[in-house]
């Protein structure tokens, strides 16, 4: 199984690490043209407005195909892209699932903390840093793991969104969820 990490900018490096001790072969992608031939791909966190710059037109339209068709798992800036509807500011979205997503919603006195919160039944710790909020759920969008009350990881059929870092936690629990999406689409097909 090869998963493609986008590698533009922001902490593509530690979800490369996680995936390989995992056992899938990784893919940093930096191209538009890398996309082609990977089985599933993770948009990092980072600052969601400098992926689109960096992106460029191009760089968007091909990850907004790639993103309908292909398994894809967004965390925190990743998450940003993955949505139909950004706020503050608004911003362009990928449209992969229908959410609305506020950047920054925690405010300054909790820029970054570690929280625990659930996955399904499990708890799990998390990591938020300048962690936006999952605002609205479309229909057919499941809840997948909490904190508190607000939904924190949330999929529609293969398109994963987290406003944390798993990838900063020891825990492999939630790269393993995705890897297990992945091997299912592929299974499937
Ligand atoms: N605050 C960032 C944004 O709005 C996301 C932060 C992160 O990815 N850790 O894009």
Redesign the pocket.
């Known amino acids: 199984m090869k998963i493609g990490v986008l590698a533009l900018q922001?902490d593509f490096d530690a979800h490369r690490r996680r995936i390989e001790e995992l056992g899938a072969e990784v893919v940093l992608v930096k191209k538009p043209e890398q996309l082609d031939g990977i089985d599933g791909l993770v948009i990092p966190?980072?600052?969601?407005?400098t992926f689109l710059k960096l992106l460029g037109e191009e760089g968007f339209a091909k990850l907004r195909d790639y993103v309908r068709v292909k398994p894809v798992f967004g965390?925190?800036?990743?998450a940003?892209l993955l949505a139909a509807e950004v706020e503050n500011p608004k911003q362009a979205g990928l449209g992969a699932l229908d959410i609305t997503i506020r950047?920054?919603a925690y405010g300054r006195q909790l820029d970054s903390s570690i929280r625990e919160g659930h996955l399904g039944k499990d708890p799990i710790e998390m990591v938020f840093?300048?962690?936006?909020k999952i605002e609205r759920i479309g229909e057919g969008v499941e809840v997948v793991a909490t904190e508190g009350c607000d939904p924190v990881m949330v999929r529609k059929g293969k398109t994963l969104a987290a406003t944390f870092?798993p990838e900063l936690s020891d825990d492999p629990k939630v790269h393993q969820y995705f890897l297990d999406l992945v091997a299912n689409g592929r299974h499937a097909r």
């Open positions: 922001g966190g980072g600052e969601s407005s965390t925190c800036a990743g940003i950047r920054n840093i300048r962690a936006p870092h």
